[in-house]
């Protein structure tokens, strides 16, 4: 059963939606004095999208699906947004804005620090905090991809194709991350065109560069190149490395969100891409908002949202009816939005069978990114492809994959050793 059939149908088993959905579709004064009296103040904020009960505070809030008092269907949806490679296992700041752009339910952000909290992966793989040397910090930047700040993150297992590093790229404006794998015999000529594949074609030529004191950086060819182009590149003092420390936290969150899901194989590379986007897709505490809001005004679509036909995503409310083959393969999302007709019912021209394709037949079969989209929302039951945080390690450990894990394991050791003193002591009392 689809999540969209299966949230529709738990809204039965909760009382309290249960009685919103009666007076919704049957305004009377009876069902409203059925509801409580905090309900009915709230009343308002509720509508119905065919099947699927919707919330938002007013006009200008965007409506979220009202996932009901069904712990599996909310742990499908926290599976989606947090266990995934798509959702990287970030923390429960971000993890809850992610989830309430498209959902609601009462108490969310407790239960979602409770998830994180119980979250063994996280648990093993995020170092505890330390206290560092103040950061002497450059100037604000004013403008999108005006000021890109760039470093190395090496440590990694060594993929198929020999590299066991990553080149970071950060525009200090929006925030958004840019990622490409390289080897740590990477030069200055590869870093360059790096650069101009993953900044350059995309947003242009920033003003300023901020980068270490590496090698690569201050090369003669790379030191020449930005001179040519008229880009003043700009070092970190001898005396204060700490300079680009917006580069190094990235790097940090980027060594844990590799850790969640790629220390057990040499793959990592694979999901590089989801890396990028789970960084690019979580809001940042300086900006409150997505980097890909920042550049684009508008948040990128997701397979949690597809699977339920959020009513943001066009079209998406024909996910919960049949269509016809013959126009399911003529009809398309360019088709709708190019065509200038931004009727309703042209939207909904976007079929069920089509997106369904888009989620449950990707592109490579064998791709281990396949493998949450077919647990998670198509076939919940599919254990076909095992989750990629249990693969066995292959390897030895890295830098990278070892961090805090003696740690954590002699604390949750000490914990059980407690709990059983503890349970042996009140058996004894009795």
Same mark, same amino acid.
């Given at each position: 059963?689809?999540?969209?059939?299966?949230?529709?149908?738990?809204?039965?088993?909760?009382?309290? +939606?249960?009685?919103?959905?009666?007076?919704?579709?049957?305004?009377?004064?009876?069902?409203?004095?059925?509801?409580?009296?905090?309900?009915?103040?709230?009343?308002?904020?509720?509508?119905?999208?065919?099947?699927?009960?919707?919330?938002?505070?007013?006009?200008?809030?965007?409506?979220?699906?009202?996932? *009901?008092?069904?712990?599996?269907?909310?742990?499908?949806?926290?599976?989606?947004?947090?266990?995934?490679?798509?959702?990287?296992?970030?923390?429960?700041?971000?993890?809850?804005?992610?989830?309430?752009?498209?959902?609601?339910?009462?108490?969310? +952000?407790? =239960?979602?620090?409770?998830?994180?909290?119980?979250?063994?992966?996280?648990?093993?793989?995020? *170092?505890?905090?330390?206290?560092?040397?103040?950061?002497?910090?450059?100037?604000?930047?004013?403008?999108? =991809?005006?000021?890109?700040?760039?470093?190395?993150?090496?440590?990694?297992?060594?993929?198929?194709?020999?590299?066991?590093?990553?080149?970071?790229?950060?525009?200090?404006?929006?925030?958004?991350?840019?990622?490409?794998?390289?080897?740590?015999?990477?030069?200055?000529?590869?870093?360059?065109?790096?650069?101009?594949?993953?900044?350059?074609?995309?947003?242009? $030529?920033?003003? $300023?560069?901020?980068?270490?004191?590496?090698?690569?950086?201050?090369?003669?060819?790379?030191?020449?190149?930005?001179?040519?182009?008229?880009?003043?590149?700009?070092?970190?003092?001898?005396? !204060?490395?700490?300079?680009?420390?917006?580069?190094?936290?990235?790097?940090?969150?980027?060594?844990?969100?590799?850790?969640?899901?790629?220390? #057990?194989?040499?793959? =990592?590379?694979?999901?590089?891409?989801?890396?990028?986007?789970?960084?690019?897709?979580?809001?940042?505490?300086?900006?409150?908002?997505?980097?890909?809001?920042?550049?684009?005004?508008?948040?990128?679509?997701?397979?949690?949202?597809?699977?339920?036909? !959020? *009513?943001?995503?066009?079209?998406?409310?024909?996910?919960?009816?049949?269509?016809?083959?013959?126009?399911?393969?003529?009809?398309?999302?360019?088709?709708?939005?190019?065509?200038?007709? !931004?009727?309703?019912?042209?939207? !909904?021209?976007?079929?069920?069978?089509?997106?369904?394709?888009?989620?449950?037949?990707? #592109?490579?079969?064998?791709? *281990?990114?396949?493998?949450?989209?077919?647990?998670? $929302?198509?076939?919940?039951?599919?254990?076909?492809?095992?989750?990629?945080?249990? +693969?066995?390690?292959?390897?030895?450990?890295?830098?990278?994959?070892?961090?805090?894990? #003696?740690?954590?394991?002699?604390?949750?050791?000490?914990?059980?050793?407690?709990?059983?003193?503890?349970?042996?002591?009140?058996?004894?009392?009795?």
């Amino acid at each position: 059963m689809d999540l969209r059939d299966e949230i529709a149908a738990a809204y039965a088993d909760d009382a309290v +939606y249960a009685n919103i959905l009666a007076y919704l579709r049957s305004p009377s004064d009876e069902s409203l004095g059925v509801l409580s009296r905090n309900t009915r103040n709230q009343i308002d904020r509720y509508h119905l999208d065919g099947d699927l009960l919707c919330y938002n505070i007013d006009r200008f809030d965007a409506p979220r699906v009202v996932v *009901p008092n069904d712990d599996d269907l909310r742990a499908r949806i926290m599976h989606e947004f947090h266990d995934s490679p798509m959702g990287a296992h970030l923390g429960r700041e971000k993890t809850f804005a992610a989830v309430s752009r498209g959902f609601y339910w009462p108490r969310m +952000y407790k =239960w979602i620090r409770k998830w994180v909290r119980t979250c063994e992966t996280c648990q093993r793989v995020k *170092p505890s905090k330390s206290s560092q040397a103040p950061l002497h910090p450059l100037p604000i930047a004013t403008e999108a =991809w005006r000021s890109v700040s760039m470093d190395f993150v090496f440590g990694l297992p060594t993929d198929a194709d020999g590299r066991n590093g990553v080149l970071v790229f950060v525009d200090r404006f929006t925030k958004m991350v840019h990622l490409t794998p390289v080897s740590d015999t990477v030069t200055a000529a590869e870093t360059a065109a790096h650069f101009v594949d993953c900044v350059f074609r995309h947003h242009g $030529l920033p003003e $300023l560069i901020v980068s270490d004191r590496d090698p690569r950086f201050t090369s003669a060819f790379w030191t020449a190149l930005f001179q040519l182009l008229g880009t003043k590149l700009s070092m970190s003092t001898a005396t !204060h490395p700490e300079t680009d420390g917006q580069t190094e936290r990235v790097n940090r969150v980027l060594e844990d969100v590799l850790r969640s899901y790629a220390t #057990s194989f040499t793959s =990592w590379s694979k999901f590089l891409p989801l890396a990028e986007f789970a960084l690019n897709n979580a809001e940042h505490a300086s900006t409150g908002v997505t980097p890909f809001f920042a550049n684009n005004a508008r948040h990128p679509r997701v397979p949690a949202l597809l699977a339920v036909a !959020h *009513p943001t995503v066009p079209g998406a409310s024909t996910l919960g009816g049949d269509d016809d083959a013959d126009h399911d393969e003529d009809t398309g999302v360019g088709d709708v939005v190019t065509s200038g007709d !931004h009727d309703p019912e042209a939207l !909904h021209a976007i079929t069920r069978s089509k997106s369904k394709r888009a989620l449950a037949a990707p #592109s490579s079969a064998a791709s *281990p990114l396949a493998a949450w989209t077919a647990r998670t $929302l198509i076939d919940p039951g599919n254990t076909g492809t095992p989750i990629a945080a249990n +693969y066995t390690p292959k390897s030895p450990a890295r830098q990278v994959d070892n961090a805090a894990v #003696s740690a954590f394991v002699q604390r949750r050791e000490s914990i059980a050793r407690f709990v059983r003193d503890a349970l042996q002591e009140a058996d004894d009392k009795q």
